[in-house]
Nanobody, 122 residues
């Protein structure tokens, strides 16, 4: 059974940093792409970042480029999203998802975590 578990969400002040984790079980990250999505209140889910395990390519939404970094720890079967210089507009529930290749379309991902809350506020 595939399971993705996000953690690391918290309340942080603008300009602060957080690191989100996505721990996978039931699948080997070497064979999958892991994407991070977020959904802010009243909006649809949007793609934030993705890492392709096959060639280690990384992708970022324009809104987070230069501030967020996606990485992986194969030994721990975990993907991380380092978020720096956080802004109030980054407030959302963040989800990780797995599928065979990166995409910014959420419906193309087969497996999803339950999400972790990030609130950026002073």
């Amino acid at each position: 059974q595939v399971q993705l578990v996000e953690s690391g969400g918290d309340l942080v002040q603008p300009g602060g940093s957080l690191r989100l984790s996505c721990a996978a079980s039931g699948l080997t990250l070497d064979a999958y792409a892991i994407g991070w999505f977020r959904r802010a209140p009243g909006t649809k889910r949007e793609g934030v970042s993705c890492i392709s395990m096959s060639d280690r390519s990384t992708y970022y939404a324009d809104s987070v480029k230069g501030r967020f970094t996606i990485s992986r720890d194969v030994a721990k079967n975990t993907v991380y999203l380092q978020m720096n210089s956080l802004k109030p507009e980054d407030t959302a529930v963040y989800y990780c998802a797995a599928d065979l290749q990166c995409s910014d379309l959420d419906y193309e991902y087969a497996y999803w975590g339950q999400g972790t809350h990030v609130t950026v506020s002073s």
